[in-house]
């Protein structure tokens, strides 16, 4: 059903929808990062290398969320998104709580891999649902709003987490932030109704519920076969590998190599982490949305340009003597890296058929957290363990953090060619891609 009054009268409940959805993210972002948060006192308790930090806070992780991602939301596609977002977030909770409980390396390595099961089934259809209650030109606001779940996850884990660690252990840590996931999963179960598939699309795209719909690969197929998409796929992977690796041992670096206590991370680093990734996060899905009624290219270029801007600041911030001076530089990246990721969630959700947008927003975070999650922080760990033979375990995280700096003009290029590819299908008479 599309009309110009729709479009104008959104209301209230969306919004409460998008925050029950931005609450429930914010804890999969929180469960996400947990480990790298109490990295330090884990490997000093269970005697663990930074190979293997990497491996449990990212690569085992990430290998079973995404296998899992594109099935589950293939599947939301098709059933109730709610009920497969609540069941999901149960699952991921109790998972959670159950890595306090980790005696040595395999039984963290378990009960990780059930948290990457969990959450599998939380970001793609959440995305879906929030598409079908807000017009196309209202989704990047929307998914930006409902993308402050990540800074919000971070300040509250930083936070929660580092005081739980630091007044009573590591392990309550892990039981004190699954509680909330378990409680917002009936919330949502109780108070939130599915929306109409497609109700702001154009009749003839919009798929009707209960119907079959393509198949897992067809969808694959038709994400594949537009250039803009292809081209987003190799954006995301080289800004994902960035940010995840950055996000998972800055708390280890401003701890072991400058100086900083978990009480220091508790406080100061969940502030600022938490200020500056809203901020990115906000700013540049409202810039996304203003800028590309008449510049579609924005979607692409508002993120390529604050990586840009980012790099220097993140270089200054690395090599710091002191853990305040590098968080006070490590400010502008953190926002900066959070640019990318309401604008290129909305590139996928404005380009999809309405019957396919969860399982295509799941083959976007497929290679976001393959690359990013799976690779980023088990390549920061083994360049570490590999540096610390010769420079020590500080100044070997530190090499091992500036190594990351070629890959973020890769990330640049290549959302430039995004933004050049959506500048094209935007011109008069320009052939529709394949979707």
């Known amino acids: 059903m599309q009309s110009t009054q729709s479009e104008q009268r959104v209301g209230v ?20 990062q947990i480990v790298a948060i109490l990295a330090e006192p884990i490997k000093a308790d269970l005697n663990l290398s ?13 290998v079973f969320y995404t296998s899992f991602g594109i099935p589950v939301a293939w599947m939301a596609d098709r059933v109730n998104r709610v009920r497969v977002v609540a069941v999901a977030c149960a699952v991921w909770s109790l998972f959670t709580g159950l890595c306090g409980l980790s005696n040595n390396f395999l039984h963290l390595l378990f009960a990780r891999i059930g948290v990457g099961i969990g959450e599998a089934g939380g970001a793609a259809p959440s995305m879906s649902i929030i598409s079908d209650y807000f017009p196309p030109h209202r989704r990047g606001g929307a998914i930006a709003l409902w993308s402050l779940g990540v800074p919000l996850g971070a300040t509250v884990g930083v936070a929660l987490g580092g005081w739980a660690a630091a007044q009573f252990g590591w392990r309550t840590a892990f039981f004190v932030v699954a509680a909330p996931g378990v409680l ?43 250039p803009t998409l292809r081209m987003l796929l190799l954006a995301a992977a080289a800004y994902s590998f960035v940010f995840n690796a950055f996000a998972a041992w800055a708390p280890a670096l401003l701890m072991r ?29 409202h810039l996304a949305d203003r800028f590309a009624r008449t510049t579609p290219s924005a979607y692409a270029m508002i993120p390529a340009w604050a990586l840009g801007i980012g790099i220097p600041f993140f270089v200054v911030g690395v090599m710091a003597d002191s853990w305040y001076v590098a968080l006070i530089f490590l400010t502008i990246p953190m ?13 996928v959700q404005n380009l999809a058929p309405p019957g396919q947008r969860s399982t295509s927003a799941a083959i976007l975070l497929f290679v976001i957290n393959l690359v990013g999650m799976g690779l ?25 953090m500036l190594s990351l700096v070629p890959f973020y003009p890769v990330a640049v290029v290549t959302l430039v060619l995004v933004a050049r590819s959506l500048h094209r299908r935007s011109q008069p008479g320009a052939a529709p891609a394949a979707a």
């Open 335 to 347: 926002a900066m890296n959070m640019m990318f990721v309401a604008p290129g969630m909305a590139i």
């Open 13 to 32: 409940y969306p919004y409460f929808v998008v925050l029950v959805l931005g609450l429930i993210y914010a804890f999969n972002y929180l469960d996400r």
């Open 50 to 62: 930074d190979t293997q930090i990497g491996l449990v806070s990212g690569f085992a992780f990430a």
């Open 184 to 226: 917002l999963s009936l919330l949502l179960w109780l108070c939130v109704r599915e929306p109409k598939r497609g109700r702001f699309d154009a009749p003839v795209e919009a798929a009707p519920d209960g119907t079959k719909g393509p198949s897992i690969m067809q969808c694959v197929r038709d994400f594949l076969g537009d």
């Open 257 to 285: 190599a400058k100086g900083a206590e978990m009480a220091d991370i508790a406080t100061w680093y969940s502030l600022v982490i938490g200020f500056s990734m809203a901020l990115g996060m906000f700013l540049s899905g």
């Open 376 to 400: 980023g922080p088990l390549y920061i760990g083994a360049a570490s363990d590999w540096l610390a033979g010769q420079y020590g375990p500080a100044q070997g995280l530190e090499y091992a």
